[in-house]
């Protein structure tokens, strides 16, 4: 393993170390959403991270539209139609409900498709924003800045949980690339495993589907490169 990769992997690995098991394992949900729900984020901010703990925690399938700084795809709708250029900033077509602020949106995804109050780890406001921001630390370098790139024409989807380092390193590329994709978490004891292993063979995260190329990979650094080499313009990495 080369001295950039140790380093990634590790940090990546730190980052989650501070928020241990949050996002990883599946609560009881009493519904999965007609149709997708929308997260508008970044994968560097703090309150994102929450926002996504909640949607893993409960296997939910959001649309992800990555909103890094210097972004020109997504960020400007969020600020048409919330009025704010504010992070995270979920969308239920199905409810016709939309908002922002992390704490909301934990709220509103376990009463509307949880069994139960959210688990401690996201309702213990302070804990949660405070180990959040020094999980973000950690990747201060990573997930946060837009670098250009060809859109594609299909919906990328991307198999991952959140607490993966691994899954971590992946999202990140796609949120600097600006790519849309289809995010489907399968946490420990997730419904949804049985049905990811029937399309990917074995039970093993990140997995991403590129159905523009027919790429389908394991492997945080492959995933990595691959998007880069398939979409940045400039070729950077």
Known sequence: MSFARS??????????????????????????PERPLELYEFEGCPFCRIAREALSALSL????????TGGTLFREKVKREGGRYLFPYLVDPNNA??????????AYLFKEYGEG??????????????????????????????????????LLELYAYEGSPYCRIARE???????????????????????????????RVPYLLDPNTGTQMFESADIRRYLYETYAVDGAS
């Not at 989650?16 to 599946?26: D, I, L, Q, Y």
């Not at 399938?61 to 890094?68: G, L, M, R, S, T």
């Not at 109050?117 to 999980?135: E, G, I, K, N, Y």
Request: charge should be positive; include cysteine.
């Open 117 to 154: 109050p959210p688990p401690w780890f996201l309702r213990q406001r302070a804990f949660a924003v405070s180990t959040s921001m020094l999980a973000s630390g950690f990747r201060a370098h990573r997930g946060r800045h837009a670098v250009r790139a060809r859109r594609p024409e299909k």
């Open 61 to 68: 399938d959001p649309i992800v539209y990555p909103c890094p």
């Open 7 to 32: 380093l990634d992997v590790t940090t990546a690995m730190a980052a989650s170390a501070v928020r241990p098991n949050f996002g990883n394992v599946h609560y009881e949900r009493n519904r999965v």
């Open 97 to 106: 409900v939309s908002m922002y602020e992390s704490a909301d949106i934990v």
């Open 173 to 203: 590329a796609l949120c600097e690339l600006e790519l849309p994709y289809h995010l489907h978490n399968v946490p420990r004891a997730s419904p949804d495993r049985e049905a990811f292993v029937s399309i990917s063979g074995r039970m």
